[in-house]
């Protein structure tokens, strides 16, 4: 439990979501183990008494995420992002008024998170440290969006208060750094499996590196000799080997049965189009641009993210809606078919899906390049009515 506390510890610093020093982490196994010692351990060891859990995350963010958070946080008890990771996994994040265990308490027996104005984050793993990372990197991508999605929204309605203007200019200066030089990954096309291995580690790891993913979401494929390569639901894009799923199209294997859930999306782009590499992420920039639309008596409002009645794009990449699996309203009936004849599909408040001809420089690079772009098109907006 040690290690996993150390490894977990670290990701968060490494990702720019804690301070070093910052994050306190529990373990239950034989005993109760904290990552360090802090007055608030004493709080935190009543949670282990009322839930059902192994392990506990409490960390104030770092910047930009601090400033955000406690901005939102302010107004009221419960924050209810839109973006789709928020829609299906946490639906909504509780807010407690204080540091008292049975404030927490009461948010995390409905939630796997609670905000606490000024202090910070709790998430809790029923199994592992690894779904409290995972909640609360989610929870800081989530309040990221929101917040900036947010702020454009209100100042193009005149209505930017001194809070919110004083919450927007202290986040803004701590925003990661653009970074415009996308890596030098293995060239393609590749000619056997352990290559294809290869190469998907390198690209994940690198697709981490640059931010272009929170926490584990996101995914990628690769198609080689019929078989789709492809990373497994609930799969760290930094951490694939042993976590790839060699899928043949025919459906001759059942190995499908623990790939992605977007299985069926990867599988009908490389059916249907030329290209072998598929890498999913989720920029924040792009996916807060795709949520914006300045239709604003459309019918279908409050619903984007199922059934958009107009074509949209991110400067040249279609915008679709979609739901995460393959129900009637799944992306894999959206996105593969907006995918023919374009390097990369967004999904509504979802994420961004780049392909490649025979590796995954292609699809990096325009991950990198349609964030960017994004990135520049809030400012200038936010400039163009400042």
């Not at 991110?314 to 009637?328: A, K, Q, R, W, Y």
């Amino acid at each position: 439990m040690e290690r996993l506390i150390a490894k977990y510890e670290k990701k968060l610093v490494d990702a720019g979501l804690a301070d070093p020093g910052a994050p306190l982490l529990a373990g239950l196994d034989a005993e109760l183990v904290f990552n360090r010692q802090d007055p608030a351990t004493a709080t935190l060891a009543q949670i282990f008494d009322g839930l059902h859990i192994n392990s506990l995350l409490y960390c104030r963010p770092a910047e930009p995420y601090r400033t955000i958070l406690d901005y939102l946080s302010s107004l009221g008890q419960t924050i209810t992002p839109e973006d789709c990771e928020t829609r299906t996994f946490q639906h909504d994040i509780p807010v407690a008024e204080r540091f008292d265990a049975e404030d927490i308490l009461a948010c995390l027996r409905r939630r796997k998170s609670v905000i606490i104005p000024g202090a910070g984050v709790i998430a809790h793993g029923v199994v592992s440290p690894e779904q409290a990372f995972v909640t609360y990197s989610s929870v800081l991508f989530a309040c990221f969006v929101k917040f900036f999605g947010d702020y454009l929204t209100a100042l193009e309605a005149g209505r930017v208060d001194a809070a919110f203007q004083a919450a927007f200019d202290r986040a803004v200066p701590s925003l990661d750094q653009v970074r415009s030089a996308p890596p030098v990954l293995a060239k393609g096309p590749f000619i056997n499996a352990a290559q294809v291995y290869e190469a998907m580690d390198q690209a994940g790891k690198a697709t981490v590196g640059y931010r272009l993913v929170d926490s584990f979401f996101g995914n990628i494929s690769y198609c080689l000799d019929d078989v789709l390569y492809i990373s497994q639901t609930g799969s760290s894009l930094d951490e694939l080997p042993g976590h790839i799923d060699p899928c043949p199209l025919d459906g001759s294997s059942c190995a499908g049965l623990t790939a992605s859930s977007e299985f069926s999306a990867h599988a009908q782009v490389v059916l249907t189009t030329k290209t072998r590499a598929i890498l999913h992420g989720h920029p924040k920039f792009s996916v807060l641009m795709s949520m914006r639309c300045a239709k604003k008596d459309c019918g279908a409002r409050g619903a984007c993210y199922l059934k958009c009645p107009d074509q949209r794009r991110l400067g040249d990449v279609p915008i679709v809606p979609g739901e995460v699996g393959s129900g009637p309203t799944g992306l894999c009936h959206t996105m593969p078919k907006a995918m023919r004849g374009e390097r990369a599909v967004m999904v509504h408040g979802h994420g961004l899906f780049a392909v490649g001809e025979a590796d995954f420089n292609e699809p990096f690079a325009t991950l990198l390049a349609v964030e960017n772009a994004s990135r520049e098109s809030y400012f200038r907006a936010v400039a163009a009515l400042s």
